[in-house]
């Protein structure tokens, strides 16, 4: 078996493909992220969504080529991503709640008109970051063991 | 929260800022900061002295875990009031003291201290708890804070060796009294010591009781070095010498005491207590002091020492125990074993602290504590000299020194108790006072013997390592406090009769008060010429001849044969273990993943057959199945094909491949069920772990499949049918039973109303059952950190960086 990270020679459509299919597969990530209060979607399909968009670019180019586009430590990124989380959970009990109460309301944004602000998306954004950060680390690491 | 708990708390809460303390301020010596602690404690505790005095208790409730009846509940009485001035005030002196044993430069002061203020909150805890379980936890806490002091110097062998000793034994205690404690609350329905004596009547017939009973005494026995138990004790001693005169002889071994009395009033009434809690204890004042005489380190002797001491006291209180049969007894004559428990566990830490501290000082001074190097000291340290005989002889129970006072009083109890004809003792009840004049004798040999080969005798500087003075006056000050208590209580034991011992003798016989009677707390030096007298005149005399002709018989100790030793049978269990343990991990853990799976996969089948069978619990009901389309006919046909095509696939790529098409092939089925979320999911899951699979198969070794046995493979074949037959069974019996109504409604209902959103398997997700959630993102974080640290750590060839 090749190892299926190695920069090979004759991957042109592959490659040219990627560099235009990751962004529309991140594209539709950050849609489904922040639809899924209302439609199918969420923090942890948008996050594995992002992570095979990474995928992607890790199997036609290779692991150097991923770290120069992205400079980003996974684990950090998981760790930023539990804080988030705890953080928004907790938040409730500032204001004397019990811990995960999540509150709601809708706000006239510009550009964006009457919109629903929740903070069941800042909890989710944990979720979609530790999604990432662990998928990527964990395929990272194990990339990189030779 | 009141002041009470804050007292028994502040030692812990000072302890955090202990090492801040130790780096930033290192021109003091931090126990200089450490020793406030104790006395503010004393001087806190001295004011209920006037409250237990009038026979009153305090009582002060901090809500911990109110659902499950656990508070914190502070209760002061007598004997809890003895034990926490006891615990502050020899603390007081031991930090006094370690402030000059200890020296600031060499030394991890920080970690010391924290650990003994760890301990103090502890042992206050054990004693002025009322909840059982609060008392347990500050039980173990005692044993923990032990086994990091014994094993403070931890880059010594035998450190490390006694401290998994004492940790392994009282731990063991301390899980025993967990059982007890549950036992017992469930007979008489509360955590609480006081409403369990309260309800006492109700149950004491229970055959549970005496398991509870059993239970709590195997925890007292191991924590106070009893007989079997005692082999603990001795290796302690690798401790700084401030951690054994004040752990190991003053308080934590008396812990063991303390619970015997605190239980007493429950326990007592049942003959079993009575025989166990004397018998043991007087044969561990025979065993430890015979054996007292042969050892030759000073600190092992007075450790050994101390074993038969505890003894001596866990007798009085089993023999005090007589005293609670008040239906036998209308007046209190058998409470002189009880004033006399509590009288000599007074005098017992003040003299054994003072005896350790002087080992410590001969220690420090001339680099040696074993006997045979050292003598003829007295005239290089006179000080030190004196601090010992006075110690040694009150030990001895020579008078005027308070020794003699309480060992007057045990054997006065020990001749009433055996001429009283209460539990049968007509018979054998002349064994009591054979065993305790016999211990006594032996006593005072090894107590002379102290003195002797320390202090007397022929001087052999050449053998010490250090050229020996008289210690700094730092480390004379509490032994001096401790030798002028010896002697003041000896000269004046009224001091102490109605503000310490009495208060605590009634905590333990509250029946005896209860039934209007008394305890005559009253102690005289001379009593006339009665047995106790020729007793104590028999002890010394005696005593003096054995110790004259000890070369003579010493040489009897050797013919003991080694392998009926407790402490060779105790290493033979823990090297036995180790090497059952090795043998079975070595069967088990093969190393591969597929072993692993068929223990797993072994088991659940088992569990889960096993269960249905047994439990009946099969049920196939046709009427809640849908009917079946010819997509999904189509899709299962699919599904099966590749799931068998797997198991003979050649390569492990052609595995991986099919495995996907089983993945994606579920993944059609949610969108023919209607379930978006799932679909994508399940797809984008399957596409990544696809990509992580080859990932991980290039770096696994090229194992054929071919090389595995046909047995093992047929065995394997079995497993995985049964699997899937368990599977299914389940989900067609979940399917055809329901216990309660499905909660989906409520979800459809709220969604929009409760968590104002639209998609409800998120919703569900991030609102509804968001703890999940949470607690499903940290196990992933902790797989994916997991799976980073063991490749970077087989990186490093197993180095840990």
């Known amino acids: 078996m090749k190892n299926p990270i190695k920069k090979h020679t004759n991957d042109v459509i592959l490659e040219s493909s990627t560099t235009f299919i990751t962004f529309i597969i991140f594209l539709f990530a950050v849609y489904l992220f922040f639809a899924g209060h209302y439609t199918p979607g969420g923090g942890f399909i948008?996050?594995?969504?992002?992570?095979?968009?990474?995928?992607?670019?890790?199997?036609?180019?290779?692991?150097?080529?991923?770290?120069?586009?992205?400079?980003?430590?996974?684990?950090?990124?998981?760790?930023?991503?539990?804080?988030?989380?705890?953080?928004?959970?907790?938040?409730?009990?500032?204001?004397?709640?019990?811990?995960?109460?999540?509150?709601?309301?809708?706000?006239?944004?510009?550009?964006?008109?009457?919109?629903?602000?929740?903070?069941?998306?800042?909890?989710?954004?944990?979720?979609?970051?530790?999604?990432?950060?662990?998928?990527?680390?964990?395929?990272?690491?194990?990339?990189?063991?030779? | 929260m009141s002041l009470l708990h804050l007292a028994i708390l502040l030692p812990l809460l000072v302890s955090l800022f202990i090492p801040l303390l130790y780096k930033k301020i290192r021109s003091v010596h931090t126990?200089?900061?450490?020793?406030?602690?104790?006395?503010?404690?004393?001087?806190?505790?001295?004011?209920?002295?006037?409250?237990?005095?009038?026979?009153?208790?305090?009582?002060?409730?901090?809500?911990?875990?109110?659902?499950?009846?656990?508070?914190?509940?502070?209760?002061v009485d007598g004997l809890g009031l003895l034990f926490a001035l006891l615990i502050t005030g020899i603390g007081s002196l031991v930090v006094?003291?370690?402030?000059?044993?200890?020296?600031?430069?060499?030394?991890?002061?920080?970690?010391?201290?924290?650990?003994?203020?760890?301990?103090?909150?502890?042992?206050?805890?054990?004693?002025?708890?009322?909840?059982?379980?609060?008392?347990?936890?500050?039980?173990?806490?005692?044993?923990i804070s032990s086994f990091l002091l014994?094993?403070?110097?931890?880059?010594?062998?035998?450190?490390?060796?006694?401290?998994?000793?004492?940790?392994?034994?009282?731990?063991?205690?301390?899980?025993?009294?967990?059982?007890?404690?549950?036992?017992?609350?469930?007979?008489?329905?509360?955590?609480?010591?006081?409403?369990?004596?309260?309800?006492?009547?109700?149950?004491?017939?229970?055959?549970?009781?005496?398991?509870?009973?059993?239970?709590?005494l195997l925890a007292a026995f191991t924590k106070s070095a009893q007989f079997p138990f005692h082999i603990w004790l001795p290796d302690a001693m690798e401790a700084p010498t401030p951690v054994?005169?004040?752990?190991?002889?003053?308080?934590?071994?008396?812990?063991?005491?303390?619970?015997?009395?605190?239980?007493?009033?429950?326990?007592?009434?049942?003959?079993?207590?009575?025989?166990?809690?004397?018998?043991?204890?007087?044969?561990?004042?025979?065993?430890?002091?015979?054996?007292?005489?042969?050892?030759?380190?000073?600190?092992?002797?007075?450790?050994?020492?101390?074993?038969?001491?505890?003894?001596?006291?866990?007798?009085?209180?089993?023999?005090?125990?007589?005293?609670?049969?008040?239906?036998?007894?209308?007046?209190?004559?058998?409470?002189?074993?009880?004033?006399?428990?509590?009288?000599?566990?007074?005098?017992h830490a003040t003299f054994k602290g003072s005896l350790f501290m002087m080992a410590g000082i001969v220690d420090h001074e001339t680099g040696t504590r074993d006997i045979r190097k050292l003598g003829g000291l007295s005239q290089l340290m006179p000080v030190t000299f004196t601090i010992a005989t006075i110690g040694t002889l009150s030990m001895a129970g020579v008078p005027p020194f308070n020794g003699f006072l309480s060992k007057e009083m045990f054997l006065t109890g020990v001749l009433q108790v055996s001429e009283s004809g209460l539990f049968h003792l007509d018979t054998f009840g002349l064994l009591f006072p054979f065993f305790a004049v016999v211990g006594s004798i032996f006593t005072f040999v090894y107590s002379i013997l102290i003195v002797y080969r320390t202090f007397l005798g022929p001087k052999q500087l050449d053998k010490l390592p250090k050229k020996p003075h008289e210690a700094p006056i730092g480390m004379l000050i509490p032994p001096l406090v401790l030798v002028s208590l010896v002697v003041l209580i000896g000269l004046f034991p009224n001091l102490l009769s109605n503000t310490l011992i009495r208060p605590a003798a009634e905590a333990i016989l509250p029946k005896v008060i209860a039934n209007g009677g008394t305890i005559p707390v009253e102690i005289k030096l001379w009593h006339g010429f009665n047995p106790e007298l020729f007793l104590t005149i028999l002890i010394i005399s005696a005593g003096t001849i054995l110790f004259l002709t000890l070369p003579k018989w010493r040489s009897l100790?050797?013919?003991?044969?080694?392998?009926?030793?407790?402490?060779?049978?105790?290493?033979?269990?823990?090297?036995?273990?180790?090497?059952?343990?090795?043998?079975?991990?070595?069967?088990?853990?093969?190393?591969?993943?597929?072993?692993?799976?068929?223990?797993?996969?072994?088991?659940?089948?088992?569990?889960?057959?096993?269960?249905?069978?047994?439990?009946?619990?099969?049920?196939?009901?046709?009427?809640?199945?849908s009917t079946v389309h010819a997509y999904e006919v189509v899709l299962v046909l699919v599904l099966i094909g590749s799931a068998l095509s797997i198991t003979f696939a050649r390569s492990r790529l052609t595995s991986i491949i099919l495995l996907g098409v089983v993945g994606y092939t579920v993944a059609l089925f949610f969108v023919l069920f209607r379930a978006p979320d799932l679909a994508l999911t399940q797809l984008v899951i399957e596409t990544v772990s696809v990509a992580l699979f080859l990932l991980v198969f290039y770096h696994m070794p090229e194992i054929s499949r071919k090389e595995e046995r046909i047995k093992f493979k047929l065995g394997n074949a079995a497993i995985s049918a049964l699997v899937g037959l368990s599977v299914t069974l389940v989900a067609l019996a979940s399917l055809s039973q329901r216990s309660f109504a499905s909660i989906a409604q409520y979800y459809i209902d709220n969604v929009a109303d409760l968590a104002a959103g639209g998609n409800m398997v998120n919703v569900i997700l991030v609102d509804f059952r968001g703890f999940d959630t949470l607690f499903e993102i940290s196990v992933l974080a902790i797989a994916g950190l997991g799976i980073y640290a063991m490749i970077n750590f087989r990186k490093t060839g197993g180095i840990d960086k």
């Open chain 2, 31 to 75: 126990g200089w900061f450490v020793l406030l602690v104790p006395l503010t404690l004393v001087a806190y505790f001295s004011q209920f002295l006037s409250q237990t005095m009038a026979g009153k208790t305090v009582v002060a409730t901090m809500k911990w875990i109110p659902s499950l009846d656990i508070n914190f509940v502070a209760y």
């Open chain 1, 46 to 146: 948008g996050g594995l969504v992002t992570a095979s968009a990474l995928v992607l670019v890790l199997l036609a180019f290779d692991i150097k080529t991923l770290r120069q586009i992205l400079p980003i430590d996974y684990k950090q990124m998981t760790a930023v991503g539990m804080l988030i989380s705890v953080l928004t959970a907790s938040g409730a009990l500032l204001f004397n709640k019990p811990f995960f109460t999540h509150a709601h309301s809708y706000f006239n944004l510009p550009l964006f008109g009457k919109t629903s602000l929740h903070t069941a998306m800042l909890f989710d954004l944990g979720v979609y970051l530790v999604v990432v950060g662990v998928t990527m680390t964990i395929i990272q690491t194990i990339g990189e063991s030779d």
């Open chain 2, 244 to 347: 054994s005169a004040y752990l190991h002889s003053a308080t934590m071994v008396k812990a063991g005491l303390y619970l015997v009395a605190r239980m007493s009033p429950i326990f007592a009434e049942t003959p079993l207590w009575f025989y166990l809690v004397s018998s043991v204890g007087m044969f561990t004042l025979f065993w430890g002091s015979l054996n007292a005489v042969k050892q030759v380190d000073l600190k092992v002797i007075l450790a050994y020492s101390t074993i038969s001491q505890l003894g001596l006291i866990m007798s009085l209180l089993g023999l005090g125990a007589a005293a609670l049969q008040v239906d036998i007894i209308p007046d209190s004559l058998y409470t002189v074993a009880t004033v006399a428990a509590v009288f000599h566990l007074i005098n």
């Open chain 2, 96 to 143: 006094l003291y370690s402030i000059y044993y200890l020296d600031a430069k060499k030394e991890a002061l920080h970690n010391f201290y924290v650990y003994l203020l760890l301990f103090m909150t502890a042992m206050l805890g054990i004693v002025l708890s009322d909840n059982m379980i609060v008392m347990y936890l500050f039980w173990e806490l005692t044993s």
């Open chain 2, 557 to 625: 100790y050797h013919r003991m044969p080694k392998q009926f030793s407790l402490n060779h049978q105790y290493d033979a269990l823990l090297s036995r273990g180790e090497r059952t343990s090795t043998a079975i991990h070595d069967t088990v853990m093969t190393g591969y993943m597929r072993s692993y799976l068929v223990y797993i996969f072994g088991f659940i089948v088992a569990l889960v057959l096993s269960s249905l069978y047994f439990l009946d619990a099969f049920r196939f009901d046709v009427n809640p199945l």
């Open chain 2, 150 to 216: 014994i094993g403070y110097w931890y880059e010594r062998e035998r450190s490390r060796y006694g401290a998994q000793k004492s940790m392994l034994i009282t731990v063991f205690g301390g899980l025993s009294m967990l059982g007890g404690i549950s036992l017992l609350s469930l007979l008489s329905g509360s955590f609480s010591i006081r409403e369990s004596l309260a309800a006492v009547g109700t149950y004491s017939g229970d055959p549970l009781f005496t398991v509870s009973l059993v239970l709590f």
